[in-house]
């Protein structure tokens, strides 16, 4: 399988449940990210990996937790969520040629999330 | 406050038409421009990277302008095809910011056959 995937496709919870979302990246870059996507809204970064360290937070809720075990995985745990919450999550990978500028993003198809 | 503004209104183009697609923003100082294409249910797939010291850049039929002046970017698509329906996002990356891309909400482009 090539590029960027992501599991699972759709999900629903409830407001007490404790889920993960998974992506793997398989064009062996060094740079991985979550981010939110809501309807007319612009790509909301939440998380940032370069070579399996977090370097950017972007003021996100603890009820989400990311998980980056190696540079081609990368998780995203969730807990007590509330509807809000309720969007299209997004991975994407990079290169990591952060001070080059010329770092394009690869995405995964997303995980459509909702939240009862 | 410091946004990137694209047309939130559809826009309908007839096919075989040029598209022409704009990016404003205020108070960047951006290092580079990039464009992508989202499709329903999908995430955005990269078209296009244009930087702050270049006018113009093409691929096929796409081909984007980058003006610093007027804090704008253009992106046209010529013989525009029904195919080409999406929403286009465009993202700036700014000198001061080490990770981040700026992200327009994007503009939903519908070529009518």
């Known amino acids: 399988e090539t590029g960027v995937t992501q599991t699972p496709r759709h999900l629903v919870m409830g407001m007490t449940n404790k889920k993960s979302l998974k992506c793997e990246q398989h064009?062996?870059?060094?740079?991985m990210y979550w981010y939110k996507q809501s309807a007319k809204k612009p790509l909301e970064l939440m998380f940032v990996?370069?070579?399996?360290?977090?370097?950017e937070n972007n003021s996100v809720p603890s009820r989400f937790s990311p998980e980056c075990p190696n540079s081609s995985h990368l998780f995203l745990h969730l807990h007590t969520l509330q509807p809000e919450d309720s969007a299209l999550y997004l991975c994407?990978?990079?290169?990591?040629?952060?001070?080059?500028?010329?770092?394009?993003?690869?995405f995964g198809p997303g995980t459509r999330l909702t939240v009862l | 406050s410091q946004k990137i503004e694209q047309n939130s209104e559809a826009l309908n183009i007839q096919e075989g038409k040029t598209a022409t697609l704009t990016c404003n923003y205020t108070?960047?100082?951006?290092?580079?421009l990039q464009w992508y294409r989202q499709d329903p249910g999908r995430g955005p797939v990269f078209l296009l990277l244009i930087r702050e010291n270049e006018k113009e850049k093409r691929k096929e039929r796409l081909k984007v302008t980058f003006d610093t002046t007027l804090k704008q970017s253009l992106f046209h698509i010529t013989a525009s095809q029904p195919a080409d329906s999406a929403t286009y996002l465009c993202a700036l990356d700014v000198i001061d910011s080490n990770y981040q891309l700026i992200w327009g909400a994007g503009t939903k482009l519908i070529i009518k056959p």
């Open positions: 994407a990978s990079s290169q990591g040629h952060f001070l080059e500028g010329t770092d394009t993003q690869y």
């Open positions: 108070n960047y100082s951006p290092a580079y």
């Open positions: 064009l062996g870059h060094n740079a």
């Open positions: 990996y370069s070579l399996e360290e977090r370097v």
